[in-house]
């Protein structure tokens, strides 16, 4: 089974300001990762997602992720965020050839602040 | 992306009463629906698993006859949580995956239900 932790409850950054957000994972197997996004009662959205290739991936807004096997980790990062980056952010791993579903880390409240 | 569509988005009912929320997949097929419960300040919750035209699959503690999960088309699933309870209260999320695909694509995600029950 898998699992993952994200190991910050909350991260408090000023706007412009670079920020990462932790998240680490353990499987016996290969792995697909996720970022996901959720706003104030709202469901999540999808923010970037390593399948396989490039270790690195990007999203559209300007989030990046790049998968270390050697550290199981899927640190999620952004050189400059905005006020409204803040949200709740969720890390998730599913097992290739498994049950496909994914379980998700506890989530980091990032919060962006003038 | 796939669109999610979840109803309602909140719901007050009375302590007793039954109250049904809808997952419905818009412009996609799904094989598979998932139902998660999200407490305030923590992670999702997987319930259950919605298997179209089959019994729903149930995490472990989580009790069939309270929230009774119908996924009877392609496209909707129903979770019924039954003579609810203030401790019902909570943030239910729908999900649900393309039929035919494997795990190397996203789950897309409902917007949520807030239930509270008084």
């Known amino acids: 089974a898998q699992s993952v932790t994200q190991l910050d409850s909350q991260v408090p950054v000023f706007e412009e300001a670079p920020v990462e957000l932790r998240c680490n994972y353990s499987?016996?197997?290969?792995?697909?990762l996720f970022w996901y996004v959720q706003y104030p009662n709202q469901g999540l959205q999808l923010l970037l997602k390593?399948?396989?290739?490039?270790?690195l991936v990007e999203s559209i807004n300007g989030f990046e992720a790049e998968f270390n096997k050697s550290q199981t980790s899927f640190h999620l990062r952004k050189p400059s965020v905005h006020i409204s980056d803040t949200a709740e952010y969720f890390c998730?791993?599913?097992?290739?050839?498994?049950?496909?579903?994914?379980?998700f880390g506890r989530g980091t409240s990032l919060i962006v602040h003038p | 992306g796939a669109v999610v569509s979840q109803h309602p988005s909140r719901v007050i009912c009375k302590s007793g009463t039954s109250v049904k929320i809808e997952c419905r997949s818009l412009d996609f097929q799904a094989t598979t629906m998932f139902w998660y419960r999200q407490f305030p300040k923590q992670s999702l919750m997987l319930m259950a698993t919605?298997?179209?035209?089959?019994?729903?699959?149930?995490e472990q503690g989580v009790e069939k006859d309270k929230f009774l999960i119908n996924h009877a088309s392609l496209t909707l699933s129903t979770l019924t949580v039954t003579s609810a309870h203030p401790e019902d209260s909570s943030f239910y999320i729908c999900?649900?995956?393309?039929?035919?695909?494997?795990?190397?694509?996203?789950?897309?995600f409902g917007q949520g239900t807030r239930l509270t029950v008084v």
């Open positions: 499987s016996s197997v290969s792995v697909y």
């Open positions: 919605s298997n179209e035209g089959s019994k729903a699959t149930y």
């Open positions: 999900s649900a995956r393309e039929a035919g695909l494997g795990g190397n694509t996203e789950a897309f």
């Open positions: 390593y399948l396989s290739g490039s270790t």
């Open positions: 998730a791993v599913s097992e290739q050839g498994g049950s496909y579903i994914p379980t």
